[in-house]
């Protein structure tokens, strides 16, 4: 073996590595199937093309500088003196300022187009949304550590695993049980939050069959890495007979949900039959658990003027803190009225000083 040969190993191996790197890039955001990630794979490469404009010419002038004005060439402007140029100023200042005015607009009108509550106004380029179409409605849940996906019109749910029509509307409403958590499916659009207590919305269309895959984007404790799921691109005669075979699963009641809420990592897929009336609600309200008050009663209760342990009209609250001087009576624990001067009683002039000094203040020259 020639000795100059593990050398060239070693520069075969160092060449690989960034192959190796991009062996484990997910190509979904790049490549994706929904009009939505589309659209905001655009907004990536359009920005992407504006910040080389100055990255690009900065780069290739680092190389062109240093070598034009190298110690060797002697015919390369020597000027020690210079201390300012404004054509060169306005190239230096304008350029950036165009392009963050630029990046400015992008943001500005792919923020207002791509808003997750906006409903679609199309389906892909150039097919406009076809008003006698209903979008399909799925309430999403985050649980520690799975996903819970609930089709109301379908009166079935499924845990770890997303199905959707091709070419149709989706709209997600989405909440937490327990902690923050981010839906991101990457073929299908960008990522959304679920909280607790909290129901959040997002609007999307899957346009190519296929078989992709969902996660949480937001750490969310120990399972987090496996708090992963399917999601099925299927045409509507797919959809149907997938419908049909998560029908044979049993209901999702209020004690299956309780159960199903407890922290659990690696969930496989999961078919329910059947989902008791309003679960996703009392899961959004927070009252699942039998005789736990919903938040919007308790909102509700609170509007109409009522509060928690509030009195009846025309009553005081009870506590000292809303009572005056008299109503307090006496005790060991009350404290007696102060002086006029603000002193509390048998306590020296020194004591209260704040209280002397406002008075002083308040009394005539």
Known sequence: MRRDEPVSNVRRILALMPLLLLAACNRAVLDPAGDVAVQQRDIIYISTALMLLII????????????????????????????????LELVIWSAPLLIIICLGALTWWSTHLLDPFRPLNRIAAGKPIDPAVKPLTVQVVSLDWKWLFIYPEQGVATVNELALPVDRPVRFDLTSTNMMNTFYAPSLAGMIYTMPGMRSTLHAVLNRPGDYEGMSANYSGEGFSDMRFKLKGLDQAGFDAWVARVKSGPRLDTPGFLALAEPSEKVPAMYYSSVEANLFDRIYNRCVKPGTPCMSAVMRHDGEGGGHGAPPPGQKPEGALFKDGAEKGTGPNVTAPRAPDGRAPGSPKTDKISFNLLAAARSPA
């Open 56 to 87: 690009v010419p900065v780069m290739a002038l680092i190389v062109v500088f240093a070598w034009h004005y190298r110690a060797k060439n002697q015919e390369a402007t020597y000027d020690p003196d210079f201390d300012h140029s404004t054509s």
